[in-house]
């Protein structure tokens, strides 16, 4: 029996998935941060915690798995794999590849072997591979460098609105009372002082109160998350303009927990307005399979054999990893 390892290793979880060559789920494995550009030590520890996870659940030894496959938050730039091959390396696979965690949404999200996926999960995303294999990404390396959002970043917008309508620069908003009760604060004066004494970050959780509020009509909630949708749609024509895939047909996939978890159409809509002005015929498709899942694909697919057909529906049905 043949055994195929994939990792997903984000910037806020790791997770991985062992699957026999009858699509057959045999150990799974999670844990925290796998981006080496938060922390290298913290990924480390915790992309190997995840996979000795899954290979204790298995009953299974490294020289068991046929191939493992790792799809990792920050593998970038030739300096990401300098310091990636020897973290994995170490882990004691025979037969192992590394790439960026966006091109396991991409194999998730599409049969085709080209296309283009967004990630706006912790941090964002964007790359794309075109028919002759050529691939382009754009963005990843925090705002500093150009990008805009991710959960990162738009729980730092929600908390600044709240201090900008409570100082009077900004409009009121329902984020101030949701705010304030997700962080347990009595008024925004003591929670801007405590913040402020203690330098505290707001934390991811409240970027889920922008989808809350945008809900309920909060102008000043769907104006940052339009924002989030118009950066994304940038993103999206960038990549699509590089590889020359104006005229092609294609799918758009997006990946993380921004856009597939979050309420409403706050940021979608403005996604694909500008993905359809760059190429019209290509397609926006909302990952609802566990991005894991690619890197077992893909994982079986570079040992040379691939998985039929009839198991990679079954690995589709995968949507939560909780679940499995």
Same mark, same amino acid.
């Given at each position: 029996?043949?055994?195929?390892?994939?990792?997903? %290793?984000?910037?806020?979880?790791?997770?991985?998935?062992?699957?026999?060559?009858?699509?057959?789920?045999?150990?799974? %494995?999670?844990?925290?941060?796998?981006?080496?550009?938060?922390?290298?030590?913290?990924?480390?520890?915790?992309?190997?915690?995840?996979?000795?996870?899954?290979? =204790?659940?298995?009953?299974?030894k490294r020289e068991n798995i046929e191939f493992a496959?790792?799809?990792?938050?920050?593998?970038?730039?030739?300096?990401?794999?300098?310091?990636?091959?020897?973290?994995?390396?170490?882990?004691?696979?025979?037969?192992?590849?590394?790439?960026?965690?966006?091109?396991?949404?991409?194999?998730?999200?599409?049969?085709?072997?080209?296309?283009?996926?967004?990630?706006?999960?912790?941090?964002?995303?964007?790359?794309?591979?075109?028919?002759?294999?050529?691939?382009?990404?754009?963005?990843?390396?925090?705002?500093?460098?150009?990008?805009?959002?991710?959960?990162?970043?738009?729980?730092?917008?929600?908390?600044?609105?709240?201090?900008?309508?409570?100082?009077?620069? =900004?409009?009121?908003?329902?984020?101030?009372q949701l705010v304030l009760d997700e962080l347990r604060y009595a008024s925004v004066?003591?929670?801007?002082?405590?913040?402020?004494?203690?330098? =505290?970050?707001?934390?991811?959780?409240?970027?889920?109160?922008?989808?809350?509020?945008?809900?309920?009509?909060?102008?000043?909630?769907?104006?940052?998350?339009?924002?989030?949708?118009?950066?994304? %749609?940038?993103?999206?024509?960038?990549?699509?303009?590089?590889?020359?895939?104006?005229?092609?047909?294609?799918?758009?996939?997006?990946?993380?927990?921004?856009?597939?978890?979050?309420?409403?159409?706050?940021?979608?809509?403005?996604? =694909?307005?500008?993905?359809?002005?760059?190429?019209?015929?290509?397609?926006?498709?909302?990952?609802?399979?566990?991005?894991?899942?690619?890197?077992?694909?893909?994982?079986?697919?570079?040992?040379?054999?691939?998985?039929?057909?009839?198991?990679?529906?079954?690995?589709?049905?995968?949507?939560?990893?909780?679940?499995?």
């Open positions: 029996m043949k055994y195929y390892l994939g990792v997903d %290793g984000g910037g806020s979880k790791t997770y991985t998935l062992i699957v026999d060559e009858q699509g057959k789920i045999v150990g799974k %494995g999670s844990s925290g941060n796998g981006n080496h550009q938060v922390g290298y030590d913290e990924a480390r520890r915790n992309i190997r915690k995840s996979v000795e996870m899954a290979l =204790e659940h298995a009953r299974l496959y790792f799809g990792l938050a920050g593998a970038d730039r030739e300096a990401d794999y300098k310091i990636l091959r020897p973290m994995i390396a170490e882990l004691g696979f025979p037969r192992h590849e590394i790439n960026c965690d966006t091109m396991i949404a991409l194999r998730a999200g599409t049969n085709r072997p080209y296309g283009v996926v967004l990630i706006c999960g912790t941090g964002t995303n964007s790359a794309g591979v075109n028919r002759e294999g050529r691939f382009y990404q754009c963005g990843g390396f925090s705002y500093q460098f150009g990008d805009f959002g991710g959960g990162g970043s738009l729980c730092v917008e929600a908390f600044r609105a709240v201090i900008r309508a409570w100082d009077g620069r =900004e409009r009121p908003t329902l984020l101030t004066q003591e929670m801007f002082d405590d913040y402020l004494d203690h330098n =505290e970050v707001p934390p991811l959780k409240l970027t889920k109160l922008l989808f809350q509020a945008a809900n309920q009509g909060d102008a000043v909630s769907r104006e940052i998350l339009r924002n989030q949708g118009v950066e994304l %749609g940038k993103s999206a024509k960038a990549v699509i303009k590089h590889l020359d895939m104006g005229s092609e047909c294609f799918d758009v996939v997006l990946a993380g927990s921004v856009v597939t978890r979050g309420e409403g159409d706050f940021v979608h809509a403005y996604i =694909e307005h500008a993905v359809k002005e760059a190429a019209p015929r290509a397609t926006i498709v909302k990952l609802k399979v566990e991005p894991v899942v690619g890197a077992v694909w893909l994982a079986a697919e570079s040992s040379g054999i691939g998985l039929p057909e009839k198991i990679n529906r079954r690995l589709r049905s995968i949507s939560d990893f909780s679940l499995i």
